[in-house]
């Protein structure tokens, strides 16, 4: 069945965990993550990116691994296509990575699935590439994104220090601060969409500076 076409080439929401949240989970986080973690990382073996690395400091804590950027590249610059595949290969490992890093960053104390949806509802367009994508920019977007590295950046920052207090919060009130829950979900759906730019390669439509 055909996903719906959205406003953005991707966006993501996460269901906010109105409820008590697990503290011994919470309080092992980093440690419990570790199995999903390898799982994850063991994908990286499929890729064929030299942008990986970049998608994983963009998107945040394993979202990117195991993405088809520069194979993607040359057939968008040499035969204006992209194998529906490769599509669906990079939307499900970034699905995966956004549960695992959701799991990671407290924003749920369930389990990531490898394949089902859970609290975390990715979409990405898929392009119709000789009518919505020019062919010439993949080899600059990486260049133009830049702004949008700089300043993710430092929302990362912003956002490490925020998780910790909502670590903290967990373990006292067993519950995530809500606004400290948007902010941390505003920061990855910023990168969400400057990978979608930049590293998945489905819109040529520059990604907004902001956090809605």
């Known amino acids: 069945m055909a996903e719906n076409k959205i406003d953005y080439a991707a966006k993501v929401t996460i269901d906010y965990p109105d409820r008590l949240l697990n503290r011994l989970t919470s309080f092992f986080r ?11 990382g063991l994908l990286s073996s499929r890729g064929t990116s030299w942008g990986q690395h970049t998608h994983n ?12 950027f520069g194979s993607t590249l040359l057939m968008i ?3 204006q296509k992209y194998p529906k595949w490769w599509f669906d290969w990079n939307l499900a490992v970034t699905r995966f ?3 695992v890093g959701t799991y990671l960053l407290l924003m749920t104390d369930v389990y990531p699935s490898t394949d089902e949806e859970q609290s975390v509802h990715l979409v990405i367009n898929y392009p119709d ?15 133009l994104a830049i702004p ?13 220090i925020c998780i910790i207090v909502a670590w903290l919060a967990i373990l006292f009130t067993g519950r995530y601060p809500r606004g400290i829950f948007d902010f941390v979900l505003g920061v990855y759906r910023w990168g969400l969409r400057v990978s979608a730019y930049a590293i998945l390669l489905v ?10």
């Open 203 to 212: 819109t040529d439509k520059y990604p907004p500076f902001s956090l809605d």
């Open 57 to 68: 400091w963009v998107v945040g804590a394993a979202s990117g691994v195991g993405i088809l």
């Open 97 to 99: 990575g956004a549960r």
């Open 30 to 40: 980093i440690f419990t993550v570790i199995p999903i973690a390898i799982v994850l």
């Open 129 to 143: 590439v000789k009518k919505d994508l020019n062919r010439w920019m993949p080899l600059v977007k990486w260049f």
């Open 77 to 79: 610059l040499f035969r």
């Open 148 to 160: 949008h590295y700089f300043v993710l950046f430092f929302l990362a920052i912003a956002s490490f």
